[in-house]
Structure formats: structure tokens, C-alpha cells
């Protein structure tokens, strides 16, 4: 069975710090995904990346997959309240997107 | 075009009645996704389901849960005899299939207490 792990569990920063948020599995992902989930909502997706190595950048947050696929860093420049959720890693444990298993979660709180 | 929508929002029963929970994917999206959230933990797999078939249902509690996404309408996430341990936050999503199977939009979700 996968696991997937993230690290840290909880984190509160001051507006305008720089912060990463780690995601590891026991296994190699099919493909990962990084959602945000605000209270009182559903998670939204971030990004989606497949290939080992691969880095995407959204406005200030910037997505890593590791080379092995095993493992995968958020890190997000200039932290801003609007930044404060939930942080969940996904895989979708197979090629065909049938089954998806989610990490426990970074959650991020953001000061001004 | 409008998201994943899910009703009811928050959901009270009292212990052993039924509990049914909707959710209407996005225009066009023929997969649906049912998870569960326990305060402070991550989303746990439920059921996957295409229009008329239950693809995976591995992580659906063998007895007293069900679900359904029939050919019209929404799909259904049925709880029978609930229990205080069925209270929690239950997630919806939808994905276009084909290319973009591994993408999946969430709705907001429906709280169940169970009193």
C-alpha cells in the first residue's frame, strides 16, 4: 500500500518569508498533484507533473518532482495571507487516474 | 461554466437513519470521485464512478455505503444506519476522462454530523 508523507505537518510565517513543503512516497508516483484547501472548502489543484525532474512555476510557487519520482517539494517565494490552506500531495496510484491517494497535509498559516 | 456542485452543504442525522448526498459533476465530465475527510487528516479514496458503473469502490466500507451515478442526474453517495463515526466531511470530484484523467475538480463538499 502507498503511503504518502508530508513535512512539515504545521506552518505559521510571516507575510513575505520564503517556505518549502516536502512530499514523499514509499513508491514511485504515476503522477503527482499539489491541491490547496482553504476551511470550509473542497481542494483545488495547483498543478499536475509527471515527468521526474520536472519544475513548473505558478506566479510565485514553484512545483519540483523528483528525478526518482519518488518525491516532490513546494516552495513558495514571498508568502502572502492569501497563501494560508491546506497543502495536500496526491498520486494517482495507477496510469489510468482510477484511484487516487492523498497525504495527510502541510497547513500553512501566513501572518500579517 | 459552473463547478462541482454539491448538496446538501451540512447534513445532520440522528444515529441509524440514512443519509444521502449528492453531487453534480462539471458540464461534460462523465467521472466522479467520492472521498472522505476526518477533521485534521488528509482525503481517503472512496468510490470511482463513470455514468452507469462503479469502476472502484475499493475503499467504500463494505456494508451500509453505496453509490450510485446513473445515466441522468446526479451521483449519489448513500449512507445507511449512520453512526457517530460517519460524521465527516464528504468530497466530490470530477474529471473529464481521456488526456486529463488525472485531474480532478472538487465541489465543496457536504459535512455530515451524526447525533
Known amino acids: 500500500t502507498q503511503l504518502l508523507e508530508q513535512s512539515p505537518q504545521f506552518l505559521s510565517i510571516q507575510e513575505g518569508e520564503n517556505l518549502t513543503v516536502y512530499c514523499n512516497s514509499s513508491?514511485?508516483?504515476?503522477?503527482l498533484q499539489w491541491y490547496r484547501q482553504e476551511p470550509g472548502e473542497g481542494p483545488v489543484l495547483l498543478v499536475t507533473v509527471v515527468t521526474g525532474g520536472e519544475v513548473k512555476k505558478l506566479k510565485r510557487l514553484t512545483f519540483q518532482f523528483g528525478d526518482a519520482r519518488k518525491d516532490s517539494s513546494l516552495h513558495i517565494t514571498a508568502a502572502q495571507p492569501g497563501d494560508t490552506g491546506l497543502y495536500l500531495c496526491a498520486d494517482s496510484r495507477d496510469n489510468y487516474g482510477q484511484n487516487f491517494v492523498f497525504g495527510p497535509g502541510t497547513r500553512l498559516s501566513v501572518l500579517p | 461554466n459552473a463547478g462541482v456542485m454539491q448538496n446538501p452543504r451540512h447534513l445532520v442525522r440522528r444515529r441509524g437513519q440514512e443519509a444521502r448526498l449528492r453531487c453534480s459533476p462539471m458540464k461534460g465530465h462523465s467521472h466522479v470521485y467520492w472521498y472522505r475527510q476526518l477533521p485534521e487528516e488528509g482525503l481517503k479514496f472512496m468510490v470511482y464512478?463513470?455514468?452507469?458503473?462503479?469502476?472502484?469502490e475499493s475503499g467504500m466500507p463494505k456494508e451500509r455505503f453505496s453509490a450510485e451515478f446513473p445515466k441522468e442526474g446526479p451521483s449519489i453517495l448513500r449512507i445507511q444506519q449512520v453512526v457517530r463515526g460517519d460524521s465527516a466531511a464528504y468530497f466530490c470530484?470530477?474529471?473529464?476522462?481521456?488526456?486529463?484523467?488525472?485531474?480532478?475538480?472538487f465541489g465543496p463538499g457536504t459535512r455530515l454530523t451524526v447525533t
Open positions: 470530484a470530477s474529471s473529464p476522462g481521456g488526456g486529463s484523467l488525472y485531474e480532478q475538480y
Open positions: 464512478l463513470q455514468k452507469e458503473n462503479i469502476i472502484d
Open positions: 513508491s514511485v508516483f504515476s503522477s
